[in-house]
């Protein structure tokens, strides 16, 4: 088989590839996924997200290696396996990040990248709720719904508990500036998850010059005699195939499979490639590397008004938010469980918001069953996470076998910075001056953990680092630069010295941006988009 564009992997940045190259009609694409085209009913509903959290059948399911920080726990690295990607199974929280993260991009020597550069990106892959503002576009194939008219009330008053503390109130998140206390928008549409695959590929699919291949996974790139990529070999029901690509082949398989991917084609470090006993198509020393993540953790309270826990933790307030959301679309099923938050500074000296909140009015555990579905505490609680913006650390991804289906090394190398280990103890203490505000104080009852005993820096680091998880904030992990020796793409996302091969997904990053990433991602693909059309042209 032979097309004009190969994109591997229908995530959240592979399915906009798919839709933006193929619909002049110019051009043939093919998409590969790995999983399923996933038509699961709980992958439609917002509150589905907690059915796919421990599902194979949509999710990679991967694990980190002992983090030494973290007393070697091996921490969860849910990954989506479905068309839609992690776009398909995240919490949907719609955040851009901050200006200053993109003017970072731009100044490590990625001109078009700074925020001015991709604002009008943002806003042409969005239909706001507001409309088409100076913010906001109102055209875009993804919907986004502000959650503020449908808050709980404890939720307002952790917005109140933030202006005592003289934060000020963010009424948008993705408006002129990230800084403050707020309401999360949400990707939804009508009450139903509103992501790239459903918005972007589904309507494009009607086109014939484009095709999607489901339970196709790369096994490795394809390459003519000058090194040029022409293609993907990929095992698909039993039996390996070779595609292969007239123009380019582009990788969306995100922070995990691209660089896996590349490994496996002997494009990394030489000598990483040399101990599995792969050839060394080119020595990419940062294939893998500058890896980055938001950690998080959660402190609990009990609360002394009744919150959703008496809701979504008996089958009759399951019965009553399931009803409610049949007849209006609305209600705790169609929103996200982090409802208000925050990107707050955890010391006066900060030039900017180093934390990012989350307020919870739910408290509730994360059963290793995928049956259970999340597990409320039995008493009226809520919770607050709380995660570094922008964490110093920094790791790797590597392949453990030259297999496709092996699973790889994922080695974030948490608190191995001193900063994160300083914005830890900022952040565990903004809490507690958070929930010790009148407008929450009037709601609690009690800290349940880590408990009013565990009061200095020593407990509190402990508590973290024997309950902090990701907040599946992978990427950098192909990271875009002019160095082919520190980064592995250009500013125009092609692979240093390996032409006709690109990569379009939250691993080119290269810093986290503050936030959930799930915006930032699908706008590098859109942009992408416009890169490999005009090179087309040209």
């Given at each position: 088989m032979e097309v004009d564009f190969i994109v591997v992997g229908a995530g959240s940045a592979g399915c906009i590839l798919a839709s933006r190259l193929s619909e002049s009609g110019r051009y043939s694409v093919l998409l590969l996924e790995a999983g399923s085209k996933g038509n699961s009913v709980w992958l439609k509903i917002p509150v589905g997200y907690a059915k796919s959290y421990y599902n194979p059948a949509v999710n990679w399911m991967h694990w980190s290696a002992p983090q030494p920080e973290l007393n070697d726990r091996r921490l969860y690295v849910p990954r989506g396996k479905v068309v839609g990607g992690s776009g398909a199974i995240n919490?949907?929280?719609?955040?851009?990040?901050?200006?200053?993260?993109?003017?970072?991009?731009?100044?490590?020597?990625?001109?078009?990248?700074?925020?001015?550069?991709?604002?009008?990106?943002?806003?042409?892959?969005?239909?706001?709720?507001?409309?088409?503002?100076?913010w906001h576009g109102g055209k875009g194939p993804i919907h986004i719904t502000p959650m503020r008219d449908g808050i709980h009330p404890i939720s307002r008053a952790f917005l109140?508990?933030?202006?005592?503390?003289?934060?000020?109130?963010?009424?948008?998140?993705?408006?002129?500036?990230?800084?403050?206390?707020g309401v999360y928008d949400i990707n939804t549409r009508n009450g139903f998850r509103s992501h790239s695959?459903?918005?972007?590929?589904?309507?494009?699919?009607?086109?014939?010059?484009?095709?999607?291949?489901?339970?196709a996974l790369a096994e490795r790139l394809l390459f003519d005699e000058t090194g040029r990529v022409t293609g993907v070999e990929v095992s698909q029901h039993g039996r390996l195939r070779q595609l292969h690509a007239r123009r380019e082949v582009?990788?969306?398989?995100?922070?995990?499979?691209?660089?896996l991917l590349l490994q496996r084609s002997g494009l990394a470090d030489g000598a990483l490639l040399q101990e599995h006993g792969l050839a060394v198509k080119r020595h990419l020393p940062a294939v893998g590397k500058n890896l980055q993540d938001h950690l998080c953790a959660s402190v609990y309270y009990r609360a002394r008004r009744p919150t959703l826990n008496g809701l979504f933790g008996s089958l009759t307030g399951k019965a009553w938010c399931g009803l409610q959301y049949l007849a209006t679309r609305k209600g705790p099923f169609a929103m996200s469980v982090n409802q208000a938050g925050g990107f707050l500074t955890g010391r006066p000296e900060a030039e900017r918001a180093n934390l990012q909140i989350y307020f919870n009015?739910?408290?509730?555990?994360?059963?290793?069953?995928?049956?259970?579905?999340?597990?409320?505490?039995?008493?009226?609680?809520?919770?607050?996470?709380?995660?570094?913006?922008?964490?110093?650390?920094?790791?790797?991804?590597?392949?453990t076998s030259p297999g496709a289906t092996a699973e790889p090394l994922i080695q974030p190398n948490y608190l191995t910075a001193d900063r994160d280990i300083a914005e830890v103890l900022e952040g565990m203490r903004l809490i507690r001056r958070l929930a010790g505000a009148t407008a929450l104080s009037d709601w609690v009852t009690e800290e349940v953990s880590p408990s009013p005993a565990v009061a200095?820096?020593?407990?509190?680091?402990?508590?973290?680092?024997?309950?902090?998880?990701?907040?599946?904030?992978?990427?950098?992990?192909?990271?875009?630069?002019?160095?082919a020796v520190s980064a592995v793409v250009d500013h125009r996302l092609r692979v240093h010295g390996v032409p006709d091969l690109r990569i379009a997904d939250a691993s080119i990053f290269p810093n986290i941006t503050a936030g959930n990433i799930n915006a930032p991602t699908m706008m590098v693909a859109e942009k992408a988009a416009d890169l490999i059309l005009q090179d087309a042209k040209a």
């Open positions: 919490a949907m929280v719609y955040v851009r990040g901050d200006r200053a993260d993109f003017d970072d991009w731009r100044a490590a020597g990625n001109p078009g990248w700074g925020f001015d550069d991709v604002l009008p990106t943002f806003r042409r892959l969005e239909t706001h709720a507001h409309g088409d503002t100076e109140r508990a933030g202006a005592e503390l003289g934060f000020q109130q963010n009424l948008d998140f993705n408006g002129e500036t990230l800084e403050g206390v695959g459903v918005e972007y590929l589904t309507p494009a699919l009607k086109r014939q010059n484009l095709t999607l291949e489901t339970g582009i990788l969306s398989a995100g922070a995990v499979q691209s660089p009015p739910l408290s509730y555990r994360i059963p290793s069953d995928p049956r259970v579905g999340l597990l409320p505490e039995p008493y009226p609680g809520f919770l607050m996470a709380f995660s570094a913006c922008r964490p110093a650390s920094r790791g790797e991804i590597r392949l200095d820096d020593a407990g509190l680091l402990d508590y973290f680092r024997d309950n902090c998880g990701s907040i599946y904030h992978l990427c950098g992990t192909c990271a875009m630069g002019p160095d």
